[in-house]
């Protein structure tokens, strides 16, 4: 049909076939900041759009609807290269980040403010009421509102929008412009789904209905021969090559138990079978026409039926090892089930599959046992967490191509090299022949670590020679991709009557699901960043993690901190009240300090020995301090309705720096023709500012302004090796990588003018705006390019740096908060919410708060509201955002703060530590404790839900 409409002031004439959705037309025409976060629910915003001047998700449309109407997207509000006042705003608040739907908030926020030129903090949330943030917790967005409506009178105004710190540097730890932050709310092309070309096929897979069960059969023939279809994949054709999804070092922790498909299905959504076809539309039709017959299994979901005598074994094939193989191990595979495959260690992890257990491990110092009998106090407790999403607003997307003969993956992933070596290892071809882009990640918070989807695309487009594009639906993103572990984790703690610890143990129980992707480092990580937070001369551990049927886990921001977190910080809680003291004067007596030595980190490595350190920088100190009175510790106005109590509660976090000994990142600077410069880092910027942090290290250390400097980072081709994104690493180690080749080009830069002005190096500075100064003369950063760079020149300038470190930065902080908690209604309503945390020198100090936003939001929602619930036959039942209890702006505490707390670590670039992953390790101890000072119950099990909080009270 012929459609007429207004778009962005001009006129369209165009035809639509029937039933077309209003969003694919739109974004067909290159608007590209018409998004499409949860499967055309209506949920999530990324759609919006204005018509005839009113907010509409284009997704909720048909193409039809658009008749008449006049229709503005986000692209409306930039005129040539200029943005508007408020998409500038967003950019100076610190607001951009992931920015998957930045353009769309943007749409919401003018249209506000064209409505509303100074707009209540109700308006606000009301017109952002719709629009789904995960990255930056939204509170920044108020400070964004009000900077636009400022602007629209003065476009001068300016005013303080985060503390900042390093009154002797010029960038660093100063407030500026997120790199790529105008590119992210304008809605240029930037995500991997804005770079397929029209003739790519479509990936669509065919999921497992049962948790637990063997193919018996599987016809493919009626969808091969439906036109249009291009390639059908099935564990009968794809290569057989068992590997780990987990994006970690080589050799990983982790056990290589998966094959791109196999007979055995372990949970409900594994693979059956992948579809590529012309279109999306053939690519449906084929794969219900695959024919499929099962043996349907019992299955395991918890860590008791897992570890129960004569479980169900879920993986029951024959186990190798690469390295360390066990004396035993030819009588353990007697028996083996062809069916299940195969298991490869690359050393050992102490697992026992044949018990459902993928692996285990025990450590510690001193001796518990003299520990406990020399305690005044002893008390023993369980805590529990639930499985949990990651839930990015970008779901899991991948676009395959061939380049002659090389193939191209252009993903959103935080592991680009370990992406390219798992592919390159499936298809048994070297690392060469394939590059790995890494496009803008619309938000990952560890997820994108797991290679979920990339491999099965790679493998078609290298068969067929077809490009290939596999785009997540939001309930493949909750059915088909890792999640947070489930876990028990066990907490005994002896103290004297004053406090003093003489003995703690933790026991972690982890439900891994059906494979091991970070099944050792995971539940590892709940003791090795809660443990070395307390001094104490006694630390045993046991972990033991178990293979069961639940959707797969793994990695997630915060890794397995927030669950060792939330158990330990909860048992000191405990031990408070058992001992009638004050809770945060028990914490202040036994948290460390400066200076302690950290003896328990000798046996919490990843997968090998740890080291002991003393803590370097650490401001718990002045956390703790600050936070108290901000949430006004100890003063409580109880409100007039009898129903509702108030309560007030606190935890002490910490997280790491990247893996000391393991994590390895890379970068070179160049100087070009006109004295500029261009980095090459191999780190992978998932919007956490990690491409600003590179920039403004090399600015600092080259005395220019950063707009004299450019990045290109996370592409295998062009860029040096960096192990990736996660594990805190990006500042430490990324940022460290930048720095080391900015002082190493400074360093020859300062030998080249040494020549051309003829005097000694060590009589040259480097000053700003990019000159080299003697005593004698002065010359400019132009003509040493110039100089190096001529016919007869040197060549070239570019420093480079590999950085690896065996240091260990640990950031800190204190999260407190106040809840209100109804009896009548079990409701638990967070009054105040107070984040401090030390961070180093924050580099980018609008984007760390931002990072602290987020994470603790995240953190009070999983505490309160997420959480993944599947039913008897192992369907989840909550798939979508709606269902699952996405927090959204309304959500918000009453009073919100992230507070920066300055230290200046030994290590770090220019001082700094890492933000972002720390901040999800204090809600669910704080919310929970503050419960019990509220109504004297302890709920111990999150999401802290009405229902058990009447169940505790005796309610119900």
Known sequence: MELTFTLNGVEKRLFSHPGENLRELLYRLGMLSVRDSDDGEGFAGSDLILVDGKPAYANLMIAAQAEGRTIRTAESLVKGKKLSIVQESMIDAGVVQSGYNSPAAALALADLLERS?????????????????????????????????????????????????????????????????????TARKAFVEDFVEQDACILKMLKSPHAHAYITSIDTSKAEALPGVVMVITYKNCPDVW????????????????RMFNQKLMHVGDRVAAVVAENGEIADKALGLIEVEYEVLEPVFTIEEAAAEGAPVIHGGTVEYVAGAPDELDSYNKGANPRDGKIIYQFPIHGDPRHNIAASVTGGIGDVDIGFAQADVVIDREYETSQVQQAPLETHVVYTQMDGERLVI??????????????????????????????????????KQDIVLEEVAAFATWSTGRSVFYHYTREEEFTSNSSRFPMKVRVKLGAKRDGTLTAVYMRVLAN??????????????????????????????????????????GAYQGYGAPKGSFALQMALAELADELKMDHLKLVEKVRVKEGTMLEILRCLGEGREGTPAPVGSCGLGPALEEGADLIGWGKKDQPANPDVHIGQGLAIIQQGSGLPGLDHSCADV??????????????????????????????????????????????????????????????????????????????????????????????????????????????????????????????????????????????YGAHFCQVAVNTRTG??????????????????????????????????????????????????????????????????????????????????????????????????????????DAVGVWIRDWPFTPEKVLRALGKL
């Not at 809660?530 to 797969?552: A, E, G, H």
């Open 117 to 185: 030129p100074d707009p209540s903090r109700a308006e606000v949330i009301d017109a952002l009421s719709g629009i789904y943030n995960r990255a930056t917790g939204y509170q920044q967005f108020f400070k964004a509102v009000e900077l636009a409506s400022r602007r629209m009178k003065d476009p001068g105004y300016t005013t303080q929008i985060a503390p900042e710190f390093r009154e002797d540097l010029d960038v660093v730890g100063k407030v500026r412009k997120k790199v790529d932050g105008a590119k992210l709310v």
């Open 670 to 811: 160049k100087m070009l023709a006109d004295g500029s410069f261009m980095i090459h880092s191999g780190g992978a910027d998932l919007g956490t500012g990690l491409d600003t942090v590179s920039v403004k290290v090399a600015a600092e250390t080259l005395k220019v302004d950063m707009e004299q400097v450019s990045i290109l980072s996370g592409d295998t081709d062009t860029t040096p090796f960096d192990t990736g994104a996660y594990a805190s690493s990006g500042t430490f180690f990324s940022g460290n990588a930048s720095l080391k080749a900015a002082v190493d080009l400074k360093e020859k830069i300062l030998q080249v003018a040494s020549r051309m002005l003829d005097e000694p190096v060590e009589e040259l500075a480097v000053e700003k705006p990019g000159v080299v100064v003697g005593k004698k003369g002065k010359v400019s950063y132009r003509e040493i390019a110039q100089e190096t760079q001529a016919g007869l020149g040197s060549g070239q300038l570019v420093g480079y740096a590999s950085f690896t470190s065996e240091d260990f930065a640990f950031p």
């Open 512 to 553: 891994s699901g059906c494979f091991g992707n970070h099944c050792l480092t995971v539940p590892m990580n709940a003791c090795s960043k809660s443990l070395p937070l307390v001094m104490c001369d006694n630390f045993k551990f046991d972990v033991i993690t178990y293979y069961t049927n639940i959707p797969i886990t």
């Open 243 to 258: 590997y780990t999804f987990a994006g970690q070092g080589f050799p990983e922790p982790s056990p290589y138990d998966r």
């Open 410 to 447: 252009h993903a959103s992933t935080q592991v680009p090299w370990h992406l390219r070596r798992i592919v390159s290892t499936i298809l048994g071809v070297s690392e060469n022949q394939v590059r790995v882009i890494k496009e803008r990640v619309g938000g990952g918070y560890g997820s």
């Open 827 to 932: 409701e638990v309503k967070v009054q105040k919410y107070h984040a401090l945390q030390d961070c180093g020198t924050p580099i980018n100090p609008e984007l760390a708060l931002g990072q602290i936003y987020g994470g603790a939001f995240k953190s009070v929602a999983h505490s309160l509201w997420e959480e993944m619930v599947i039913d008897k036959e192992g369907v989840l039942t909550n798939p979508t955002l709606r269902d699952y209890g996405i927090p959204m702006i309304t959500d918000l505490p009453e009073e919100f703060g992230a507070h920066l707390v300055f230290t200046d670590d030994a290590y770090g670039p220019f001082g700094g530590k890492s933000v972002s992953e720390i901040s999800l390790n204090g809600a669910s101890p704080a919310l929970a404790s503050a419960i019990h």
